[in-house]
């Protein structure tokens, strides 16, 4: 096989809770995540020379290590038998940057199944999603996809059961949040709310939407400094447009509003537009092993 194209799919989360700072710098946290069908698309094209090469479709992103994409391949061959016989990659991103969607984590992740595809087809997903562990903390989630918890790191994976079918608007400002920064602002144990993780996924395995819906929940909005107010803004407007859920994704600043209708979604989605270019309607994408 000497060439593949694959999705990479974003990810929102149901919930996201920080639990406490862990002497490497890093947090743990347990969200329950969820893939979508907004996707970017990677190619991998072997090339013979022993490099690797990365071009994107977005001029202002990084083509060396400063781009996960890349950061993964050199991850993969460094962790299996197989020499770097030089591979092109190829990302055309749809998936808006720097937005809690993952989208950097995802292109990595599609790198690693590619990669595994074409030289190492024996790997598990285990393995695979501890090769994604070295590249960043959200690429196990974006290797195992769909339904799922994360724990620790974000690298301690559940499947959980898929969610009833729904369709997400996703509204990204036109501003970045800067994760560390975020995770900066939180102080674990002043926390007063958090989510109802357990509940969460016992909504998911009854397959109770509404259940669902309520208990969408990011701890981030609740130490979301002054200057990111918009994304109130937008979870306000998402609602009065008939969303029946709304959250900020991740460390934002992307709000989604979930509803149990496309026609509803996509509805919104355009009136939405006309003031924030970035916005999109998704589906939600369920996965499971397949998907390697
Ligand atoms: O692992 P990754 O490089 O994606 O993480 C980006 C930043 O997010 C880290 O430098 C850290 O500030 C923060 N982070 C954290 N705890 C996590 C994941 C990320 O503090 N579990």
Same mark, same amino acid.
């Given at each position: 096989?000497?060439?593949?194209?694959?999705?990479?799919?974003?990810?929102?989360?149901?919930?996201? %809770?920080?639990?406490? $700072? $862990?002497? =490497?710098?890093?947090?743990?946290?347990?969200? !329950?995540?969820?893939?979508?069908?907004?996707?970017? @698309?990677?190619?991998?094209?072997?090339?013979?020379?022993?490099?690797?090469?990365? @071009?994107?479709?977005?001029?202002?992103? &990084?083509?060396?290590?400063?781009?996960?994409?890349?950061?993964?391949?050199?991850?993969?061959?460094?962790?299996?038998?197989?020499?770097?016989?030089? !591979?092109?990659?190829? !990302?055309?991103?749809?998936?808006?940057?720097?937005?809690?969607?993952?989208?950097?984590?995802?292109?990595?992740?599609?790198?690693? @199944?590619?990669?595994?595809?074409?030289?190492? &087809? +024996?790997?598990?997903?285990?393995?695979?999603?501890?090769?994604?562990?070295?590249?960043?903390? %959200?690429?196990?989630? *974006?290797?195992?996809?769909?339904?799922?918890?994360?724990?620790?790191?974000?690298?301690?994976?559940?499947?959980?059961?898929?969610? &009833?079918?729904?369709?997400?608007?996703?509204?990204? &400002? =036109?501003?970045?949040?800067?994760?560390?920064?975020?995770?900066?602002? !939180?102080?674990?144990?002043?926390?007063?709310?958090?989510?109802?993780?357990?509940?969460?996924?016992?909504?998911?395995? @009854?397959? %109770?939407?509404?259940?669902?819906?309520?208990?969408?929940? #990011?701890?981030?909005?609740?130490?979301?400094?002054?200057?990111?107010?918009?994304?109130?803004?937008?979870?306000?407007?998402?609602?009065?447009?008939?969303?029946?859920?709304?959250?900020?994704?991740?460390?934002?600043?992307?709000?989604?509003?979930?509803?149990? #209708?496309?026609?509803?979604?996509? +509805?919104?989605?355009? $009136?939405?537009? $006309?003031?924030?270019?970035?916005?999109? *309607?998704?589906?939600?994408? #369920?996965?499971?092993?397949?998907?390697?």
């Amino acid at each position: 096989m000497k060439e593949i194209t694959l999705d990479a799919y974003g990810k929102l989360n149901l919930t996201l %809770d920080i639990l406490g $700072r $862990r002497p =490497d710098g890093y947090h743990d946290l347990r969200m !329950v995540m969820q893939s979508v069908s907004l996707c970017d @698309r990677v190619t991998i094209r072997e090339t013979e020379n022993g490099q690797i090469a990365l @071009r994107t479709s977005a001029s202002y992103l &990084p083509c060396d290590r400063g781009n996960l994409a890349y950061r993964a391949a050199e991850a993969f061959f460094a962790a299996v038998d197989v020499a770097n016989p030089g !591979v092109a990659l190829y !990302v055309e991103k749809r998936i808006p940057v720097c937005a809690g969607m993952a989208g950097g984590s995802a292109d990595a992740a599609a790198v690693l @199944r590619g990669l595994r595809r074409m030289y190492a &087809p +024996q790997l598990s997903v285990e393995e695979l999603c501890r090769i994604g562990e070295r590249v960043g903390s %959200d690429v196990p989630y *974006c290797v195992f996809g769909g339904t799922a918890l994360a724990e620790g790191r974000g690298e301690i994976l559940t499947r959980l059961a898929p969610i &009833p079918e729904c369709w997400a608007v996703l509204c990204k &400002p =036109d501003f970045p949040i800067s994760t560390p920064e975020l995770f900066g602002c !939180v102080d674990a144990k002043k926390l007063t709310s958090h989510p109802d993780t357990p509940g969460m996924c016992e909504s998911l395995e @009854r397959g %109770d939407l509404n259940g669902v819906l309520r208990r969408v929940y #990011n701890v981030f909005e609740a130490v979301l400094p002054e200057k990111y107010s918009e994304v109130f803004v937008i979870k306000d407007k998402l609602l009065d447009l008939g969303a029946l859920s709304t959250c900020m994704t991740g460390s934002g600043p992307t709000v989604f509003g979930l509803f149990d #209708n496309a026609a509803g979604a996509a +509805q919104t989605a355009e $009136r939405l537009r $006309r003031e924030y270019p970035q916005t999109f *309607c998704a589906a939600m994408v #369920n996965l499971g092993e397949q998907f390697l």
